[in-house]
């Protein structure tokens, strides 16, 4: 089935497909928060008589990217069918602000030699780590130190996904000549989320207990927001209904079918949306949109 355009979705609805731009707090693992999400949601919906029973169950719910226990920030949680939409957030930026405990009183040039890290970076995985201990490339696209006082500096790093803040701390310490280790950690956004409408799982489960106590939903739609709003990121290419329902059934996306596309490359990573907006697939462009027949986007996970 199909579903209807985004902001015309039930309660329910925004659950079985939805996203949380969650506050991670400091303490519990990103896999306990998700653990918790999927939970309340779950017992929201079970204990709720719905006139829209036809929406989904909330059986999982995922992190976007996952953060140490420590490490609080922008943690999106995708809920019910939306965790297939995982993907897409390594194709985005990560931002952080970290605090740099230095080994000994800063240098006058530290923002010059913080400046060099910007660019490719090499950096192999600390011995801790869930990913083969390999050498890679990682790209910084913005290191700023914002304050130093003393033998701390306070630092804005925007960079590609997967880079270890930690391991980027330690280098920039021995480029320093003083050393240095991370201290706290707070990631500010990971693209396309930030952090200027963050929601912290005291906002998530006072949402979830009005509209289960009160019947009232204006608070849940707040801090729960329908899916889509994690592609708007990439580039998007609207498909005519009846190729939804077939891309639904398992085919391609073929030209026929393509109403429009955004600027994208071949091989780059597009969602597919009714032209109402609702997502119905993730896929990689292949093809071009301007050909009468033959495969446009191949795709990577069916959304509906």
């Not at 630092?155 to 280098?171: M, P, Q």
Request: hydrophobic letters at 40%; proline letters at 6%; one cysteine or more.
């Amino acid at each position: 089935m199909l579903r209807g355009p985004p902001e015309e979705r039930s309660p329910a609805e925004l659950l079985a497909f939805g996203v949380v731009n969650l506050d991670k707090p400091p303490g519990p693992s990103a896999h306990q928060v998700a653990g918790w999400v999927r939970d309340f949601a779950r017992e929201a919906m079970a204990s709720v008589e719905r006139a829209d029973g036809h929406a989904e169950p909330v059986e999982q719910a995922a992190h976007a990217g996952t953060l140490d226990p420590k490490v609080t920030g922008c943690l999106p949680m995708l809920t019910g069918t939306a965790t297939r939409l995982s993907q897409v957030f390594l194709e985005g930026a990560k931002e952080y602000v970290a605090v740099l405990e230095l080994h000994d009183r800063a240098p006058a040039d530290v923002e010059a030699i913080a400046a060099e890290f910007e660019g490719p970076l090499y950096q192999k995985p600390p011995r801790k780590s869930a990913v083969a201990r390999q050498l890679r490339v990682r790209e910084i696209y913005d290191l700023d130190v914002l304050e130093v006082e003393d033998r701390r500096a306070l630092v804005r790093i925007r960079c590609e996904s997967g880079t270890y803040i930690r391991k980027l701390c330690h280098d920039l310490g021995l480029a320093l000549g003083t050393g240095a280790h991370m201290g706290d950690l707070r990631r500010t956004a990971t693209d396309p989320f930030d952090d200027t409408d963050l929601v912290t799982m005291e906002d998530f489960a006072d949402g979830l207990a009005r509209w289960r106590e009160d019947d009232e939903d204006d608070w849940l739609r707040e801090v729960v927001s329908p899916a889509e709003r994690a592609l708007d990121h990439l580039p998007a290419v609207t498909v005519a209904p009846s190729a939804a329902e077939q891309v639904a059934q398992g085919a391609q996306v073929y030209a026929p079918g393509v109403i429009e596309v955004e600027d994208a490359d071949e091989g780059q990573l597009v969602a597919c949306l009714t032209p109402d907006g609702a997502a119905v697939c993730l896929g990689t462009m292949v093809g071009d949109a301007d050909a009468e027949e033959g495969v446009v986007v191949e795709l990577e996970r069916v959304l509906v």
